[in-house]
């Protein structure tokens, strides 16, 4: 076994995709499948028959266990290996929930293989993946650069962002008008240089502004 290779995991409930990303991946060099799995019990059962995967595909939506409570799972009994989460939809809720158990940030299904290839290696180097969503000047904050300065409302409003509270349920919790609530999300994107709610919560969470 080549030792540089980066070692990786698929675990996801549909089959053929399970086995064209892994056939896929395959065809790279810099990469080694250790094993599949189509749901988090499966993929604990072969974490002990296999060598540690490095980074760690996981689905979201499976049966039995789903990336959820895999992912959680993970990090209390195997903190060194990464997840990277795959997602149908480009959805906030379900990606903040990912990431709040430990997913170190996601792609699209539909990605392209060397798009995948590219993730895999950015999380397995950084420890967090950030795509379109999230720019370059973010992953120099997540790896060092100081905090800008938030308001008290703005850093309120942030802490919310990291729950499941959509943006109106935030503005009723925090006393304020949906446009309110608009001009901090404004705010926050132009001083973190971000898009979406999703980049917010991924610099909270690895600059270790919130914990969860």
Request: glycine residues 4%; hydrophobic residues 40%.
């Amino acid at each position: 076994m080549q030792t540089d290779r980066i070692l990786i995991a698929i675990v996801d409930d549909h089959t053929l995709f399970r086995d064209g990303v892994a056939s896929l991946m395959r065809e790279f060099k810099e990469l080694q499948v250790v094993f599949e799995a189509e749901n988090g019990e499966q993929m604990q059962q072969m974490l002990t028959k296999h060598p540690l995967p490095q980074v760690i595909l996981m689905d979201i939506n499976m049966p039995v266990m789903d990336g959820y409570d895999a992912t959680k799972w993970l990090r209390e009994h195997y903190p060194q290996i990464r997840v990277l989460a795959l997602s149908m939809f480009e959805e906030d809720k379900a990606v903040i929930r990912m990431i709040r158990s430990g997913a170190g940030g996601y792609v699209l299904k539909e990605s392209k293989p060397r798009e995948l290839l590219e993730a895999i290696k950015a999380i397995n180097e950084k420890g967090v993946f950030v795509n379109e969503m999230v720019s370059g000047k973010l992953l120099r904050r997540v790896v060092g650069d100081s905090t800008p300065d938030f308001s008290r409302k703005e850093f309120e409003f942030l802490r919310l962002c990291c729950s499941e509270l959509t943006y109106k349920e935030i503005a009723e919790q925090m006393f304020v008008s949906p446009r309110t609530v608009d001009n901090y999300r404004e705010a926050l994107f132009l001083k973190l240089n971000v898009k979406t709610r999703t980049g917010l919560v991924l610099y909270a969470i690895q600059n270790e502004i919130f914990k969860f």
